[in-house]
């Protein structure tokens, strides 16, 4: 078993639908969880941290995390051809530079 | 310079020729990392360094040293590449450990 899990997809949406992207964790430890969205040929860029059980909002993105479950989401509402892209989990424990990556899920947004 | 840049952009190297892959950082970050990134396998931690002067190993270290003589520098080193190291090498930072880590533009190595 990996130690960050994602579907690696592809998952394609409509324009304007919602995604939904997720992650489950191993290391019951973890204590920061990150997003990253990674274009082709690009490297990855951070969109959204979590650390607190519960919903954070920014902008289109809202991050989830439940850690009794070891379950971290991102949705991206209103979802735009732009955000066709890779998406990254990553989590970690605090104070520990032994930061694990998910492969990645793969998001189309189709017009 | 702004963020972090990483050099060569790309190369093709030889089975068991030497080759450094350069990252500078201008943010002051204590720490940084340096990622492999192969398709189906996500990114993996080659070696770590938590301030100047230390550095660590991550889960395959194997082949590859680095240093770290200053805050902004680290290099990586293939003493003698493999073509089991044909990646794409990732160069990241963070404030501190355990932080959000800001990532280089990558060099994409062919090893034959």
């Known amino acids: 078993q990996k130690e960050v899990e994602q579907n690696s997809g592809p998952l394609s949406v409509p324009e304007g639908a919602i995604a939904s992207l997720n992650c489950t964790y191993s290391?019951?430890?973890?204590?920061?969880f990150f997003w990253y969205r990674q274009y082709s040929g690009k490297s990855p860029e951070l969109i959204m941290s979590?650390?607190?059980?519960g919903d954070k909002e920014d902008g289109r993105f809202t991050a989830q995390l439940n850690k009794a479950s070891q379950y971290v989401s991102l949705l991206i509402r209103d979802s735009q051809p732009s955000d066709s892209a890779t998406y990254l989990c990553a989590v970690s424990r605090m104070n520990n530079n032994d930061m694990r990556f998910g492969a990645g899920t793969r998001l189309t947004v189709k017009p | 310079i702004a963020g972090i840049t990483q050099a060569p952009t790309s190369q093709i190297l030889a089975a068991g020729r030497r080759m450094t892959l350069r990252c500078t950082q201008d943010m002051r970050h204590n720490a940084m990392y340096w990622y492999r990134q192969d398709l189906g396998l996500g990114l993996r931690l080659i070696h770590y360094?938590?301030?100047?002067?230390?550095?660590g190993k991550g889960e395959v270290p194997d082949g590859y040293s680095v240093s770290r003589a200053n805050t902004d520098d680290f290099p990586l080193t293939l003493a003698s590449a493999v073509p089991s190291q044909t990646s794409v090498y990732l160069c990241?930072?963070?404030?501190?450990?355990?932080?959000?880590?800001?990532f280089g533009p990558g060099t994409r190595l062919l090893v034959l």
């Open positions: 360094s938590n301030t100047a002067g230390t550095t």
């Open positions: 990241a930072s963070s404030d501190q450990v355990g932080e959000t880590q800001y």
């Open positions: 290391d019951r430890g973890s204590q920061s």
């Open positions: 979590i650390y607190s059980n």
